[in-house]
């Protein structure tokens, strides 16, 4: 099972200011990578796929990047409801599997 | 526009039996490849089962082997995860969701969940 980590567990920014998170596989799974964001209560939202194409609908302001074991969601300019968790998920191999999250919060 | 609805979660005893819906609507269903995933309360994701678009293939997370099943009816625009044998750490949200089409099993979009409550 490829094992992904996220880190950090949880990021402290300034709204306005640029968030980096950080995903990573425990063996390569080429690009074969997605984030996604979910808000208290709901379901996630896809954010990016093939480790940097946005999905439909998502602003400018996420960009994904990385391929191998290395992956980065980067969050331009943090608005008030960009505070919230980010997942990466791997679907190179079976079985799909998960970061544990990183949640993003207001410093 | 896609939408996924589930149902059929609530609270169960331990060692008892659930089957979730996922009614679909808004695109070709037979289509595309449907997966279920589920969230423990204050937890991460956890992928759960996959099934291809004909039904003919499906996947299974090790912690469900043996004991759930993934199938659909396409005549119905359904999708469903037959729950066996349950126990106190499948008490999660169940989600349904879709497998975009383009570029492999990542999901777009999610339905709302239903929680699986099981209890010891």
């Known amino acids: 099972e490829i094992v992904m980590t996220q880190s950090p567990a949880t990021l402290s920014v300034s709204p306005g200011e640029r968030a980096t998170l950080s995903c990573r596989a425990s063996?390569?799974?080429?690009?074969?990578v997605a984030w996604y964001q979910q808000k208290p209560g709901q379901a996630p939202r896809p954010l990016i796929y093939g480790a940097s194409t946005r999905a439909t609908g998502v602003p400018a302001s996420f960009s994904g990047s990385g391929s191998g074991t290395e992956f980065t969601l980067t969050i331009s300019s943090l608005q008030s409801e960009d505070f919230v968790v980010y997942y990466c998920q791997q679907y190179d191999n079976w079985p799909l599997t998960f970061g544990g999250g990183t949640k993003v919060e207001i410093k | 526009e896609v939408r996924l609805l589930e149902s059929g979660g609530g609270l169960v005893q331990s060692g008892g039996s659930l089957r979730l819906s996922c009614g679909a609507s808004?695109?070709?269903?037979?289509?595309?490849?449907m997966t279920w995933v589920r969230q423990a309360p204050g937890k991460g994701l956890e992928w759960v089962s996959s099934i291809s678009g004909g039904g003919g293939t499906s996947y299974y997370a090790d912690s469900v082997k043996g004991r759930f099943t993934i199938s659909r009816d396409n005549s119905k625009n359904t999708l469903y995860l037959q729950m066996n044998t349950l126990r106190a750490d499948d008490t999660a949200v169940y989600y349904c969701a879709k497998e975009p089409g383009v570029g492999g099993w990542w999901f777009d979009p999610w339905g709302q969940g239903t929680l699986v409550t099981v209890s010891s």
């Open positions: 808004g695109f070709t269903f037979s289509s595309y490849r």
């Open positions: 063996q390569s799974v080429s690009t074969n």
